[in-house]
Each structure stands twice: as structure tokens, then as C-alpha cells.
């Protein structure tokens, strides 16, 4: 097994032959780069529980840091059920349980189980009442074969079902079997003497075992179904990170399921079951993180209310569905919001939510280089192993290539200004690491090495240059791929192609 070691200078990886012996920090925040004033506020975030508006172009770290984030909060403490209403079924209750109660009623769960086993290990009047037993040959079998495989006699009582043919019964044994007929009763009462005191047991089919309840599994299982009128809507063990990029108002803020037959008491789905919990609620004890919020238009104000009251109704949001007469008042939402967006997109963003998250947490405007230095080279050569690891189908590289990588990251930053510096556009860089580490696996071999970053360059070019490339310009490229008759009937290439050829050149 490879030795791992943290690496903080760009000598230290000169001496080791891969980024396999690359330690990766444990605390998620530690493994983004270069956002060193996001990562503290993040920190903090945490601790806090601060909002959060990264503010940059795609590709610097901003997901990665609201991932980070949720990783270092605390296991949510609450799970939220909804409780049928008998009085008013379109009004159910809510339940809030601590971890302390989920935990008492899994542990009930467990013993209403009861104790399973095997039918040979059950009383011999109690197997053979529940189909398992043949009367005729005492062998064991399954409870759905209607004749016993051994002897060929029907296993079914006579009596059984009323049934005046009991004696062809046997000579249609597939026939019925086809049809799930299934001989002996479902559940045996029985008792038995306990410490001098007689004690009910129930005896019932599990499959191919048999489940034996003594009274207190029984009493464990009548307290279950005290609860069986509800229905869990944010579990206790939950992610606490929760996506609400590009969300839906349903996604976004929950729903009621529609109910063709309008939740009659017979036919219907109750209310409380067609319950839907959005992403607010997912969310709460832990973080919402919407990407590009500015997308989400009008329904940032909803986000708004929840941040403000920590809690949010959920209703059905459809007019026309039986779920719109449904409501579930007050349910808990208190999460950390950490939004982005790109700098253009500032002025989309609702004012007062705005004025919302600097109340209550930090704006930050992420990076797009850090300073090339030997702590900083050392940085990526974590970050390479990280992608490889994140991956799992590719190999690491050696320090060769690591250094390809760097001078790769030198001049991307040049083309954004930024001098002697590293660029942090790292979704770009990954996709380069993954398009080498495609190439050593197709040719075998066992690390990435600094020929195989060499091609994958020149296969990750983005389209634009490959275009570029073949046809001279952009424009000519987009001439040469629509035939004479778009030509002729778009007015984007009529007068146009000259002077686009120039701009794009």
C-alpha cells in the first residue's frame, strides 16, 4: 500500500514519484484551492450558521465550497412527520420528533420483529397449521404448494375453504399453486407458561420461515400501529446538502400530490400521505445551495420568507388538483442559504434577499488566481490527486506531469490578466487531467505521464479553436455547416459574413 504524505512545498513532491503519495486533507474545506477568504468564511458559516453569495465565473470552486460546508455541520437533530387529521383530513398535523425519540421507535421496530425461524424449529402442530407440515407424511414444505412434493396428497384440511372436492384437490395442485392458493391459515394463536404465567403467542408466515411473536413483541407491534396514521417527511439520517439549482416552485417549495378519487376516506389516498416536501425542507439543519440564483426570477422571494421565518407551509400548487385544498402549516426550514452567481447576474438578484444574507452571513467574491508559489505548486499537485481519487478510473501522475499541469494553469491565468499567478478556473484543468488519464488507460499505462497531458491538450481544446483551426474563423466555420437554402433564407448570413469573420478573428 502506498504511503501518503502532506505535501506543502513544491520541493517535497519532487521527491515522491506520484500524487498516489499525495495526502489529501480530511476536512473538505481544506481541499479547495486557493479561495482562502471563502474558505475561512465558510468556516465560520459552519459554526455560525452564516448565509453565504460566492460571486464568480463557473468552474472557480463555488459548489465545491457549499459541499465543503454542509460536511463540517453537525448531524441534523429533527425528523418532521405529518400526522393524519381525523377532524379535518385536509388539515394534517405536524410532528416533530428529536433524535433520542426516532431512536426509541427504531428500537421498538426492531422488537416487534419478533423471532424468526425455520419451520422445522417451530411446534409440529403449529407448522402443520400454517401449510408448512404435510398431515399425510409429516415432510416440510412450502406453505404455496397446495399438494405436498413428497407424498402427493393434497395439504389442505378437509373442511378447508368449504371446499366439497377436497379429494381432486391434490391432481389440481399446479393449477391452483398458478392461481396463489395457499393452504393453512396466515397467523396461529397459541400460548404457553411463562415464569407460572400463561402468555399469548402468535405464530405467523414469514416467507419460507416462520415469525413467532411472544407478548412482548406483540405489545411493541400495537404500539406501531398507534403510529401507522402518519407519514415521515424529513428523515432523521438525511444529506445536509441539499441541491436547488434551476429547482421548480414545486421542487423549490413542496407540493400535494394530485388525488384522482379527491381523497375519499375509502377509495382515496389520504392527505396527509400525498404530502411532498420541497427543498427548503430538505434542507433544514443543513445548507441550500442554488447556483446561478438569479435564475430562479420571482421565486427567490420565497426563499426569502423561509431565511426571515425559518419555517414555510407546504400546499397543493396545482388549482385544478385535489391537493389545492391541502395544507401543512409551519414546517421547519432553517437552513444556511449559500447562493451563487456570476458578476453580470448581481443586479438580478432580489434586494432584499441581498440585504437578508449580509444581515445574517458574508458576501464573497471568489478568486480566478492564486500567486505562483511553491506552496501554491504544491496545491495542485493535491488537487490532481484529488481529481484522480474524486474519478476512480483513471491513474495518478507523476511529478512530470504535475508540472505540465502547473504550466498549464501559468497560462491560463495570462489570459485572464493575471501575472505569475495559477489560474483557479479548476473545472477546465479536471477535465484536462481526466482526458490524459482516459488516454494512459487506453494505452496501459500505470500513471498519468507528462506525454499523455501533451495529447490530452490537444484533444481538449474547446470547439471554437478546433473550428478556428479548420476553417480559418468562426463565421467561415459556421458557413461551411448550413446548406445553400439556409443561406438564402437566413438573414443572419445575408450581408453578415465579412464583417463577422473580423470580429471573430
Known amino acids: 500500500m502506498t504511503k501518503k504524505r502532506p505535501v506543502t512545498t513544491w520541493d517535497e513532491m519532487k521527491n515522491i514519484k506520484s ?36 460571486v464568480g465565473p463557473p468552474g472557480t470552486g463555488k459548489s465545491m465550497i457549499a459541499r465543503a460546508l454542509s460536511m463540517n455541520l453537525p448531524k441534523p437533530k429533527q425528523e418532521i412527520r405529518v400526522v393524519k387529521n381525523i377532524e379535518n383530513s385536509e388539515r394534517p398535523f405536524l410532528e416533530i420528533l428529536d433524535e433520542n425519540q426516532v431512536h426509541d421507535e427504531d428500537s421498538i421496530r426492531a422488537e416487534s420483529v419478533g423471532k424468526i425461524m425455520d419451520p422445522e424449529d417451530a411446534p409440529v402442530n403449529i407448522a402443520e397449521r400454517l401449510g408448512y407440515l404435510c398431515k399425510h407424511c409429516k415432510k416440510y414444505s412450502a406453505p404455496t404448494d397446495i399438494s405436498c412434493p413428497h407424498c402427493q396428497k393434497s ?48 405464530f405467523e408466515r414469514a416467507g419460507d420461515k416462520i415469525r413467532m411473536l411472544d407478548g412482548k413483541s406483540l405489545q411493541k407491534r400495537s404500539q406501531l400501529l398507534n403510529k401507522s396514521n402518519q407519514k415521515v417527511l424529513i428523515k432523521l439520517n438525511r ?97 444556511i442559504l449559500v447562493a451563487a452567481c456570476n458578476i453580470q447576474d448581481l443586479e438580478h438578484i432580489l434586494s432584499p434577499l441581498r440585504s437578508r444574507v449580509i444581515g445574517g452571513g458574508y458576501e464573497v467574491l471568489v478568486d480566478i488566481a492564486m500567486p505562483d508559489t511553491p506552496e501554491n505548486r504544491a496545491k495542485y499537485a493535491q488537487f490532481v ?42 473545472r477546465e484543468l479536471g477535465g484536462l487531467i481526466r482526458a490524459a488519464g482516459d488516454i494512459a488507460v487506453m494505452n496501459g499505462d500505470s500513471l498519468i505521464t507528462a506525454e499523455h497531458i501533451r495529447q490530452a491538450l490537444k484533444r481538449s481544446r474547446p470547439v471554437e479553436e478546433q473550428i478556428k483551426d479548420r476553417y480559418g474563423s468562426y463565421m467561415k466555420g459556421m458557413s461551411k455547416d448550413v446548406s445553400g437554402a439556409q443561406k438564402e433564407t437566413s438573414q443572419y448570413y445575408l450581408g453578415n459574413e465579412h464583417s463577422d469573420d473580423q470580429m471573430f478573428n
Not at 501522475?397 to 501575472?419: C, F, K, M, P, Y
Request: include cysteine; proline fraction near 4%.
Open 19 to 54: 500524487t498516489a503519495e499525495v495526502l489529501i486533507p480530511s476536512d473538505p474545506l481544506d481541499r479547495v484551492l486557493g479561495q482562502e477568504e471563502a474558505i475561512e468564511l465558510a468556516k465560520i458559516a459552519a459554526i455560525q450558521r452564516r448565509h453565504l453569495l460566492l
Open 155 to 202: 395439504k389442505m384440511e378437509v373442511g378447508q375453504n368449504s371446499n366439497p372436492f377436497g379429494d381432486i384437490i391434490g391432481q389440481l395442485g399446479g393449477m391452483l399453486e398458478a392461481a396463489q392458493v395457499v393452504v393453512g391459515k396466515e397467523r396461529v394463536h397459541a400460548t404457553r407458561m411463562i415464569n407460572g404465567a400463561e402468555e399469548t403467542v402468535v
Open 239 to 335: 444529506d445536509p446538502f441539499v441541491l436547488a439549482t434551476g429547482a421548480s416552485e414545486t421542487e423549490l417549495l413542496g407540493d400535494v400530490r394530485h388525488d384522482p378519487y379527491g381523497g375519499h376516506e375509502k377509495l382515496g389516498t389520504p392527505a396527509y400521505e400525498r404530502v411532498i416536501a420541497g427543498s427548503i425542507h430538505e434542507a433544514h439543519e443543513g445548507v441550500l445551495f442554488v447556483d446561478e440564483i438569479s435564475h430562479l426570477g420571482s421565486l427567490q422571494r420565497f426563499i426569502l420568507t423561509a431565511m426571515q421565518e425559518k419555517r414555510f407551509p407546504i400546499a397543493g400548487r396545482n388549482p385544478q388538483s385535489a391537493g389545492a385544498a391541502v395544507k401543512v402549516e409551519n414546517v421547519p426550514c432553517d437552513f
Open 385 to 426: 490527486a484529488q481529481e484522480v481519487t474524486m474519478d476512480g478510473r483513471i491513474p495518478h501522475a507523476t511529478t512530470e506531469a504535475v508540472e505540465l499541469i502547473i504550466s498549464e494553469g501559468r497560462l491560463r491565468a495570462r489570459s485572464d490578466n493575471q501575472v505569475n499567478a495559477l489560474t483557479l478556473r479548476l
